[in-house]
């Protein structure tokens, strides 16, 4: 489970063919028909190959193991995760830009793009913004299904006959009656933090905290799962931080959530404005933001140095390490609460011109058990991307991801250790019905625990037979940008994304 854990935060790829062009009426704005909107949109020919380019449904290879098949939100890893994945037939996203009804296209396109920090939604910045629209307009489809259906169901209940195409055209006018939420200028606005703190006390602290570090367990969602609420402090926002966003946050509420839309009535502009300027001193008093907030463009890229030795370390205990560089990479957490897993986390590497060693040590979470066979553990991926996706990534095969490495991972497991990396853990693979093997470029691995301190070690040639090919790594050269991520785990899942840390995926720098 917790393996699967890990690779729920895999790629999003594209709703079904069945979904973008199988239902009749209207959009939420009103207009007949998703394949005539996308169409319209980019033009058939566009729309048409783009469509193309998978000849299976991603939905159901990727997006379906969290959202569910339907898009319910009870994909087979769902009960794993906190928070829960969306479903999307309940009517709106969480975030939203609107003030009722579905969100509009452009806040859609922003969550593809962007993820969700703090959640399994990963960023997908590095996809073409054809192919994310093609998605995005699959998400109202759904709701807009959801509600004719209820609509028609009220119908026949009530004795009265059917008229489906009026029902539809209906269920669209619903979720398309939405307020768009103007927000004010903020060019040269200097917010009062006392008089937004008041705003805070009065509307927020209730259910935030009155530091804003969050309440857990006090609120339920659509489905009756508990949920807390945000830790204002540490900027993982599933919706930004930018004074925008958290404006229109406050103005439209998170539905499902408990947190209620505040209406100008309520909360003035202005007070709302010096709110928002509360907000964000908040989350700077915990954090250096620049440094911390995992969201495309603002992170600061970290590096990790691999220094040369004619000959490498032989295990995890070697005296070599100690003339390896030390590199001390930020840890972000799922849990808002955490802050053991990864303690004291360090990573050095070294290279002989012909293989590269990275060896990983941490402090292990005392008085934690293994939970379902599964122990402490760390993973580790390479990406010749220059940005890729935010989240440690499931990488399936297919020229799409090619420059994308599997992941490695080591975990302690019944008391002993693994001896190979698993690319793809075996429940995930079962999930999607078929075995793949790991090709000769695989790393080597050798692990140990010395007074409560795991110290990991991969060992792995430097070339490689095939670029990302059908298993294959990714090579690593002084010539070429590699990147590398690290997610940090322990034995606890009974809280879904409870004790797993990650970092930011950081540039390997090689010493000639």
């Not at 390896?324 to 897993?341: G, I, N, S, W």
């Not at 799409?400 to 992941?407: C, D, H, Q, T």
Request: with cysteine.
């Amino acid at each position: 489970m917790m393996l699967r854990s890990i690779w729920t935060a895999a790629l999003f790829s594209f709703l079904p063919l069945s979904f973008l062009l199988g239902l009749e009426g209207q959009d939420s704005r009103g207009r007949h028909g998703p394949r005539i909107v996308a169409e319209q949109r980019f033009g058939a020919a566009v729309l048409a190959a783009e469509l193309k380019r998978s000849t299976t449904p991603p939905y159901q290879s990727f997006c379906s193991v969290c959202h569910g098949e339907t898009g319910k939100g009870d994909g087979p890893l769902a009960p794993l995760l906190n928070p829960k994945p969306v479903d999307f037939t309940l009517g709106r996203p969480v975030i939203t830009d609107r003030v009722g009804g579905l969100a509009s296209e452009e806040r859609l396109l922003r969550i593809i793009r962007e993820g969700m920090p703090g959640s399994s939604m990963p960023a997908f910045h590095d996809y073409g913004d054809g192919m994310m629209r093609v998605a995005g307009l699959s998400i109202p489809r759904l709701a807009v299904t959801r509600r004719f259906q209820l609509l028609r169901q009220a119908e026949l209940d009530a004795g009265r006959p059917v008229n489906e195409e009026q029902l539809r055209k209906q269920a669209a006018k619903e979720l398309g009656l939405a307020k768009e939420i103007a927000v004010p200028d903020f060019t040269g606005f200097a917010a009062d933090l006392k008089r937004g703190e008041g705003v805070y006390r009065m509307a927020c602290a209730a259910c935030h905290g009155v530091n804003g570090a969050g309440l857990e367990g006090m609120f339920v969602d659509a489905k009756g799962h508990s949920i807390g609420s945000r830790d204002l402090r540490r900027g993982l926002f599933r919706g930004g931080t930018s004074t925008d966003a958290l404006f229109r946050r406050v103005r439209a509420g998170v539905p499902y959530s408990g947190m209620p839309a505040y209406s100008a009535k309520a909360i003035s502009d202005e007070d709302l404005m010096h709110l928002v300027g509360f907000l964000q001193s908040l989350l700077r008093q915990r954090l250096d933001c620049d440094d911390q907030i995992p969201w495309p463009g603002r992170q600061k890229t970290p590096t990790f140095f691999v220094g040369y030795r004619a000959n490498l370390p032989k295990g995890v205990e070697d005296p070599l390490w100690a003339q390896a560089p030390v590199c001390v990479p930020t840890l972000l957490h799922f849990e808002r609460h955490d802050r053991q897993t990864g303690r004291g986390l360090e990573l050095r590497a070294l290279h002989d011109r012909e293989r590269i060693a990275i060896r990983v040590t941490w402090k292990g979470v005392p008085g934690r058990k293994q939970v379902n066979g599964f122990g402490d553990g760390i993973a580790l991926q390479l990406s010749a991307q220059p940005s890729p996706a935010f989240f440690l990534e499931a990488r399936f095969r297919g020229k799409r991801f090619k420059n994308l490495g599997p992941a490695w991972f080591w975990s302690s497991h019944h008391g002993g250790f693994r001896a190979s990396p698993e690319y793809v853990p075996g429940q995930l693979q079962l999930l999607h019905g078929k075995r793949w093997a790991v090709d000769a470029d695989a790393p080597q691995i050798q692990a140990a625990k010395k007074d409560g301190r795991y110290s990991v070690m991969f060992v792995r040639r430097l070339a490689v037979a095939e670029a990302g090919g059908a298993g294959g790594e990714v090579p690593i050269s002084g010539l070429r940008e590699t990147r590398l991520q690290l997610q940090c785990f322990d034995a606890e899942r009974r809280s879904g994304l409870r004790g797993m840390a990650f970092s930011l995926w950081g540039r390997l720098r090689l010493d000639p």
